[in-house]
């Protein structure tokens, strides 16, 4: 497993993916947070990141497919996918290989906007006057909302060799998880089963998480859904052998 | 240090790939397997390696059953896969360091360096593989087949792609190799297996038609010998085939006034004196008579045109 998260992490850099994702998202949170008037926490007057991390999940619906979409369909396209399964490597090795040299990834585009954090604390009136425990909260559920879509992602990667159709689709799928069960609770056929519906999509446990509240139901569903789609990831890796 | 396939059957759908295929590759000897595109031998390279599972059958990678411990067995083949996958944004040595890796070598880069030695790669180890030639990227191929130091080699296809140097100098790599390894080679190329190999497997339709050595192959086909005999005028091939010895006749050649005959004899009686006996007794001219030696490339052909 090493050796692919290795081999994963320096091809991300050399191809200055890792860079390029971390600069999009800086830039873009960046300017929604600081620059544009409407949002800007500059013009709002209170001291808190609540804007950043209602749009981080948006932004990373495109970027986390973005990074994903060729891990898997790359090697198929290439035929490496028979080099590598024909190694002394697990089918697991392989996936989660790939999938923390994500996580590195993510945890790389997250790590600078603690800066966003330390300027709240530094502008708040009296000094440091923000709700610490709702932006942890939100760094930890947005972290495991990344991890999420990452397993998607990886999992859309392995269905074709197509790197547009990994990504299109990837993007598709975090979204129909993210906000979907959602939209589909608000249609008055499953007005019955709307709890059940919005407790299905990550929105519902992401934004539990974000106020600071550590809940295991949100902690074990954020697990089960990563968990899920990696294992959905090794049935279409054995799917060769059916 | 052995391969043993047996009764192994393969079901793409409801095509049967391999038809019960049984054979037994040995250390220190080059297997070269060979069939008409479609006859198997991928599929065959693809299960012993454990990409894909047979649908019943057994294979045995040095004592070790590839379905039981798949991981186990891996360890111990290298394999060079058809059409050489590889990574065209990686170093050289940085990817023979990631295979070495992947097999837990101890000391990598002394391991990647000494397959680069073996493959002839240590001036281009610093160039990206996919700014390489085809020739030198089947060298990588090779050169990752050989990480770990494995007892079984399985090549698909090694010389393809090869100029006539670079295939002498692969050739004799594989030559060496086969000395103390067990190789599997495939390969369309009959002066490479009459070059190479100990022992021959012919695949068609996913049947053995042979499994033997070399030299046994050509000793049972030699038994009949061919005749190329060209004629003035057409000939009846019913009246050919009633002289004695002969096997069979067919026109493989016209152009203006010559008809050109291949005509297949038993080995214990010469039949050219017949043929021009022949030729007289119906009016024709013999304007050629030459006799060929059966070499591989037509035993391949007669076994798998059928």
Known sequence: ?????????FTNLGTLTGLVVSILFLTITGLFLWVFPESSLLEGGYASLQGFFDLAPWTFLFLIPATTMRLFSEEKRNGTLEILLTKPLRDWDLILGKYFSVLVLLLIALIPTLFYYYTLVELGFP????????VWGSYLGLFLLGCSFSSIGLFCSSLSSSQIIGFLSGAALCFLCFTGFDSISKIPLFSYWDSSLINLG??????????????TRDLLYFISISTLFLYFTKLILESRKW | MSIVVQDLVKFYGKHKAL???????EKGKILGFLGPNGAGKSTTMKIITGYLPSNSGKILVSGVNIEEDSLKARSLIGY???????????????FLGFIAEIYKVKNKNNSAQRVMEETGLMGMRNKKIGQLSKGYKQRVGLAQALIGNPEILILDEPTSGLDPNQLNEIRQLILSLGKEKTVLLSTHIMQEVQFLCDQVVILNKGKIVANDSV????????????YLVEFNLE????????LENVLDVKLVGKSGDSFTYSILSSQEEEIREKLFDFAVKKNRILLGLKKTDTDLTEIFQSLTQS
């Open chain 2, 80 to 94: 060079l896969p058809e059409n050489n996958p590889l990574y065209p944004d990686m170093y050289i040595q940085e």
């Open chain 1, 202 to 215: 990550i929105q519902a446990h992401y934004e539990s998480i974000s106020r600071g509240v550590l809940d």
């Open chain 2, 215 to 226: 030299s046994s192959i050509m000793k049972d086909f030699s038994s009949r010998i061919e």
């Open chain 2, 235 to 242: 000939i009846d091939l019913d009246e050919i085939k009633r």
């Open chain 2, 19 to 25: 038809d019960s295929i049984s054979f037994t590759a």
């Open chain 1, 127 to 134: 000094r440091g006057n923000i709700d610490h425990g709702a």
């Open chain 1, 1 to 9: 497993m090493l050796a692919i998260f290795k081999r994963e992490i």
